[in-house]
């Protein structure tokens, strides 16, 4: 059964850091794109970086130069590595996979993601 549960959230002041991680049980990571997306109260869930089953990877320009999505096939586990924040970054993170055999999907397009996590919250304070 598919599952992925994210960690790593919490609160920091603008220009901290926290990295985020999400463990991905019953996923094959070969066929499977991964992504982390964020929703701030009364806004819509958007996309904040995804990689490919060969691991390239693409970024919101919000968050290019700051954040970096990783992953660890060996672990089934997803990074997203967050500095410089700032205190509009505080939202919910989630995690997201879609299965492909194409290995070099990536999207930030939420309706391309089948399975979702519970999220995580950051709270940026100024």
């Known amino acids: 059964q598919e599952q992925l549960v994210e960690s790593g959230g919490g609160s920091v002041e603008a220009g901290g850091s926290l990295r985020l991680s999400c463990v991905a049980s019953?996923?094959?990571?070969?066929?499977?794109?991964l992504g982390w997306f964020r929703e701030a109260p009364g806004k819509e869930r958007e996309g904040v970086a995804s990689i490919a089953s060969v691991g390239s990877a693409i970024y919101a320009d919000s968050v290019k130069g700051r954040f970096t999505i990783s992953k660890d096939n060996a672990k089934n586990t997803l990074y997203l590595q967050m500095n410089s924040l700032k205190p509009e970054d505080t939202a919910l993170y989630y995690c997201?996979?879609?299965?492909?055999?194409?290995?070099?999907?990536?999207?930030?397009?939420?309706?391309?993601?089948?399975?979702w996590g519970q999220g995580t919250q950051v709270t940026v304070s100024s």
């Open positions: 019953g996923f094959t990571f070969s066929t499977t794109y």
């Open positions: 997201g996979a879609g299965r492909s055999f194409y290995r070099g999907i990536r999207t930030l397009r939420p309706t391309d993601y089948n399975y």
